[in-house]
């Protein structure tokens, strides 16, 4: 099963397209695509829990760094990305097409 489906892209990350599962889904085995939305299951949260808190003893890195590595197994990417996330100052946009500046 899945771990976490990335729904969201930055810095213009795409999926290979030797890679594609169904029409929109890639993987597995892809590390975080940004967090600015995605999908996580039971064993991807899982996953996560013990890795912050088992391991790490808490949060040190940001979350897009944490997941990768540990639900990479499990890892797809959607495509076309439901939202794109900006750098500061940057903009971005939601499913609708609408861009929308940072503040």
Known sequence: GYTMVMLSTCLSMRPKQEDRKTHHLFGPGYDSRCTGGYLTSLRGSRLMLVEVIEKRHGIDRPSD????GVINP?????EPPLMEQASEGGSS??????RHRSA
């Open 74 to 78: 499990g890892g797809y990417w959607y």
């Open 65 to 68: 760094h944490a997941m990768n």
């Open 93 to 98: 946009y939601g499913g609708s097409g609408v």
